[in-house]
């Protein structure tokens, strides 16, 4: 069965394939041209992975450019395979990530580092989709334990643009500028009434931070912190042959098994950061669907542990990639499900909208003129990442505390979390939750300081 011949309150038609449902452009789904070009912009949040792995792996702007097209490749698996998410990184996680890997010196051992890393992050996911495990293990860590890694993760973002020698010491003016203009654009109570108000807002309110990247390409130069962009024109020029013979198990061999073993604590607090963006996507599918019963859109949280799982397993064979593959890129998630809304005329199927953006993305990284645009303030687009998600995930981490003595145990964890890695934040985390709780270790507490939030989650949910 085609896209066209699909009936009201039915699923978009698909292949059959064990937990997955395979679905593929122009037979399964319209490819949705709005979405497409969209993508086409937006893939220069992709190229400011860039950035981070030239500073924790030394490698050419040439070997970084192979990690994020390959990235890029992995994330069509999602819609093509069943999952009706906007793929992205885990971005919280990274400052965690880099912490850690910034212990083993540069060169062989630190990607040997990253590699581990990566593998196990895969390899635990994917058990944790095909058992179907994965909430039951969140839900035995203490709340006080959540809320701290994530909160420390928050602060870990923000932290990594301000310490000396970060990006803000590169980019003042323009980060200031832009993350103003950025927090304006996707926080500020004043600017969701104005873009209801007025059709051009609401336009540039869908594009998430795309145009405060287009403003800093061009505030950049006007303050001297970056050159004008030489705008080259033909396909990118990736080195994938440098990568697999530097970079990856091809050419320098398997890690050792230590390395796996060390690295355990921070993949578990990367998998903390993770299992949120996992109900983030649930929430805001459901949250679609319910305003377009012509379509059933369903979200599976295992299958999405699987395709996730597999993208890391893959990428830490291919080309080991800091930012870690997510299941979420909550900007764009929530921009394809506003579309969504609009009807069948504006998106016929939520899986051709997220389709064709993630398309679009592919596309714009191999072409150099888009490439070329972006490439002077690629830290300043990193920096606006981090600025935002530490936003995020402060309030979230906060809210996932139950109570006050939560919340005291977290910010401990999150600041030494900052300072001596996640290993650290996890034992005075577990050793805390024993002296505070006792018996009530895994139970904890809820005060009349939190009922309130805690039922409002429970009513997303």
């Known amino acids: ?34 979405d497409y070009v969209q993508g086409l912009l937006m893939c220069a ?16 702007f040439e070997v970084a450019l192979a990690i994020v097209i390959l990235n890029g490749f992995f994330y069509l698996l999602h819609h093509l395979l069943g999952d009706p998410a906007v793929p992205g990184w885990i971005t919280p996680a990274i400052p965690l990530i880099m912490l850690y890997c910034q212990q083993f010196p540069e060169g062989p051992e630190r990607v040997h580092a990253l590699i581990a890393f990566q593998m ?44 000396i020698g970060g990006r803000f010491d590169s980019f003042p003016w323009t980060i200031t500028i832009a993350i103003g203009i950025g927090f304006y654009l996707l926080f500020s109570k004043h600017f969701a009434t104005f873009q209801n108000r007025n059709p051009f807002w609401g336009t540039v309110a869908k594009l998430g931070i795309f ?86 859109v369903e979200y599976n949280p295992s299958r999405a542990h699987l395709i996730f799982g597999i993208r890391n397993s893959a990428m830490s064979i291919l080309g080991p990639d800091v930012t870690m593959c997510g299941p979420l890129w909550s900007a764009m998630q929530v921009v394809m499900v506003e579309r969504f809304k609009k009807g069948r005329k504006a998106m016929d199927s939520y899986f051709g909208g997220v389709g064709s953006f993630r398309w679009g993305t592919n596309t714009g990284l191999l072409l150099l003129p888009v490439v070329s645009l972006v490439e002077p303030i690629l830290g ?74 805690q039922q409002a989650d429970s009513e997303k949910v």
């Open 1 to 34: 069965m085609k896209w066209k011949d699909r009936k009201y309150g039915e699923e978009s038609p698909y292949i059959p394939a064990g937990p997955f449902k395979i679905r593929l452009p122009f037979i399964h789904y319209r490819f949705e041209w709005p």
């Open 45 to 60: 949040v992709d190229l400011s992975a860039i950035p981070l792995l030239i500073e924790l792996l030394g490698m050419p």
């Open 120 to 163: 196990t992050l895969g390899i635990l996911s994917v058990l944790l989709g095909a058992t179907g495990l994965a909430a039951k293990v969140v839900g035995l860590i203490p709340s006080a334990i959540k809320s701290g890694v994530i909160l420390g993760a928050g602060l870990a973002a923000v932290i990594s643009v301000f310490q």
């Open 211 to 296: 145009p405060v990247i287009i403003i800093a390409v061009v505030v950049a130069p006007l303050f001297g912190e970056a050159a004008w962009p030489t705008i080259q024109w033909g396909f990118s020029s990736p080195d994938f042959i440098t990568l697999w013979n530097e970079y990856t198990i091809f050419g320098l061999g398997f890690p050792p098994i230590m390395m796996f073993i060390t690295g355990l604590p921070t993949v578990l607090a990367a998998y903390i950061v993770l299992f949120g963006d996992v109900l983030q996507t649930k929430a805001l599918v459901e949250d679609g669907a319910a305003t377009r019963p012509d379509e059933k």
């Open 380 to 453: 300043v687009a990193l920096a606006l990442t981090m600025l935002i998600q530490g936003y995020v995930s402060v309030k979230v981490g906060i809210l996932e505390a139950r109570s006050q003595r939560d919340l005291g145990i977290a910010g401990i964890i999150g600041a030494i979390l900052c300072i001596k890695g996640a290993a650290w934040g996890f034992a005075v985390g577990i050793v805390l939750c024993f002296l505070v709780f006792g018996k009530d270790f895994f139970k904890g507490e809820v005060d009349q300081t939190f009922v309130k939030d």
